[in-house]
């Protein structure tokens, strides 16, 4: 059953959409400055229908989630040395900081003349996307534990890994998989924007060419497609996360 708030939120998307079609249709808007949503429902019904999607949509698919993997692996992995080691934390830190304060973007001809014109260049942006909040949320997590509750497994003679297992990974779960939702809808940014140098495919590269062709439909349709994907993306993580959370908990329970 809709939740009265998820009601208000449908309403206010019907009126958003509505007020959009009058203003295009009352005003006599151009298509070019201002497509209406009916032009842009019947244009991505089209090309679906056509499967003129479909090769886009599969290559940044391959660039989401590959990148998405790699930055995964790498700031989760990362993020768990550096929180062993307040040393680790302080030497490397800074320099991780500094990788991500240079624009992505700007990287992408150098990564081009690395490694080509594949795939290779652009899910290595998406990685260096998702790379940092995985990274902080992981580091924060593992250092964000009550010292009660690190005084009592002192008291227990825990050894490090199982203060680490029992105590400070639990902690940290809600952390990482926050940082992975917010990694995620990143990763899809990072594929459109790796798009925009040297790419004939992708979601991305059809922005681009939309707007060489003054084809501002096709440009929004293809912006609801990437709002979509990323939605879908964000609601499977937190769907993994609830699951997750139940098992654990109901698993906590049994054992207690």
């Keep these: 059953m809709m939740k009265k708030t998820q009601f208000y939120s449908v309403i206010l998307f019907i009126m958003v959409i509505g007020f ?5 249709h009352f005003k006599r808007i151009s298509k070019l400055i201002l497509p209406a949503p009916s032009d842009i429902v019947v244009n991505l019904l089209h090309h679906f229908q056509s499967g003129y999607f479909y090769p886009h ?13 790699v930055g995964a692996v790498l700031g989760i992995g990362l993020g768990f040395i550096v929180a062993q080691s307040k040393i680790a934390q302080e030497i490397l830190q800074p320099y991780i900081i500094a990788s991500q304060a240079m ?7 150098l990564l081009v003349l690395w490694f080509g014109f ?3 260049p652009k899910i290595v942006i998406v990685a260096l996307v998702c790379f940092f909040p995985l990274f902080e949320s992981t580091v924060t997590g593992l250092s964000y534990v009550s010292r009660e509750k690190l005084a009592l497994f002192r008291s227990l003679r825990a050894t490090s890994f199982q203060t680490l297992i029992k105590l400070r990974l639990p902690t ?3 952390y990482i998989f926050s940082g992975l939702r917010v990694a995620v809808v990143l990763s899809v940014v990072g594929a459109v924007v790796s798009e925009f140098i040297g790419a ?12 060489g062709m003054l084809d501002t439909t096709l440009m929004f349709s293809v912006f609801i ?20 959370f139940k098992k654990y ?6 054992l207690k």
């Design 200 to 211: 004939n495919k992708g979601l991305g590269a059809l922005i681009i060419a939309s707007q």
């Design 118 to 120: 594949g795939y290779t």
């Design 103 to 109: 624009p992505k973007l700007a990287l992408a001809p």
């Design 20 to 24: 959009w079609e009058a203003i295009v």
């Design 172 to 174: 940290a779960m809600p």
């Design 225 to 244: 497609l990437l709002t979509v994907k990323g939605l879908l993306l964000y609601q499977i993580i937190y769907w993994i996360e609830a699951i997750f």
């Design 249 to 254: 908990m109901f698993s906590r329970g049994k």
């Design 57 to 69: 949509i599969m290559v940044t698919s391959i660039e989401v989630f590959g990148g998405f993997f």
